[in-house]
């Protein structure tokens, strides 16, 4: 059974940072690529970040490039995301998934993801 499990969202003050993590079970960690995406309240789901399977490469959303940083540790099943220069725009359920990867992936589309998790709320406060 696969488990994505997020942790280390919070309230934090606008110019904050926080570290979220996700670890993950039940799956071939090293072979997946891993993205973040995030859900504002009456809002679609829209993609954050990923990272390749070595971690070699990443990718970000316009909103958040060179605010935040995604990493991964392979031999702990986890991966990261640093967000700093937090925004009250950032407040959002912030979702970690994995994807197995495809020749026709772009790391950036919901419907690519093969397992999701329950999320971890980030509030930010002006």
């Known amino acids: 059974q696969v488990r994505l499990v997020e942790s280390g969202g919070g309230l934090v003050q606008a110019g904050g940072s926080l570290r979220l993590s996700c670890a993950a079970s039940?799956?071939?960690?090293?072979?997946?690529?891993m993205g973040w995406f995030r859900q504002a309240p009456g809002k679609e789901r829209e993609f954050v970040c990923a990272i390749s399977w070595s971690g070699g490469l990443t990718m970000y959303g316009d909103s958040v490039r060179g605010r935040f940083t995604i990493s991964r540790d392979n031999a702990k099943n986890t991966v990261y995301l640093q967000m700093n220069g937090l925004k009250p725009e950032d407040t959002a359920v912030y979702y970690c998934?994995?994807?197995?990867?495809?020749?026709?992936?772009?790391?950036?589309?919901?419907?690519?993801?093969?397992?999701w998790g329950q999320g971890t709320q980030v509030t930010v406060s002006s």
């Open positions: 998934g994995a994807e197995r990867p495809k020749s026709s992936s772009t790391w950036s589309v919901i419907a690519e993801y093969d397992y």
């Open positions: 039940g799956l071939t960690f090293s072979s997946y690529t």
